[in-house]
């Protein structure tokens, strides 16, 4: 595996990859709320200060992460890349290059608050609802 660009022309997918994900991962997240965030997600590509892909021996695209101001915005993954150390390739890129120290995480995603703790990230706060406004609590973590 290895992390490079993503081309505008690979929005789409990564939009696509960022779905499969939130449905592997995020089970408290409705069909009506994918409807919303989908339009958003798709658009934040082209806004984000950084944005790196991780990619298969083959240059299939097999995820993404995305930061602003030394906070990292998005991390997804394939599902079918889940666990393979492709999550860890892409945060450690992420802080390195893209000087990341801080992430929201969705406090109902035991595995992605776990995934962050375990890389050194602490919770330095939480809010009751996410950027959207919706009630899906969000826990603030740095490092």
């Not at 779905?19 to 709320?33: I, K």
């Not at 930061?67 to 599902?79: D, R």
């Not at 860890?88 to 962050?116: C, I, K, M, S, W």
Request: net charge negative; aromatic share 8%.
């Amino acid at each position: 595996m290895e992390i490079t660009g993503i081309r505008p022309d690979e929005y789409a997918e990564a939009t696509r990859i960022w779905e499969a994900s939130v449905r592997a991962t995020h089970d408290f997240v409705t069909e009506a709320d994918l409807d919303v965030f989908r339009p958003l997600v798709a658009a934040s590509f082209g806004q984000l200060e950084h944005l790196a892909g991780l990619r298969d021996d083959d240059g299939r695209l097999l995820g993404f992460a995305g930061a602003t101001a030394g906070k990292l915005e998005m991390l997804f993954l394939a599902p079918e890349a889940r666990g393979r150390g492709g999550g860890t390739l892409l945060l450690d890129h992420a802080r390195r290059v893209f000087g990341v120290t801080a992430v929201d995480v969705n406090e109902q995603n035991p595995q992605a608050v776990g995934f962050y703790l375990h890389h050194g990230f602490t919770v330095s706060g939480r809010s009751e609802r996410d950027g959207t406004g919706k009630p899906y609590p969000l826990l603030h973590l740095t490092i």
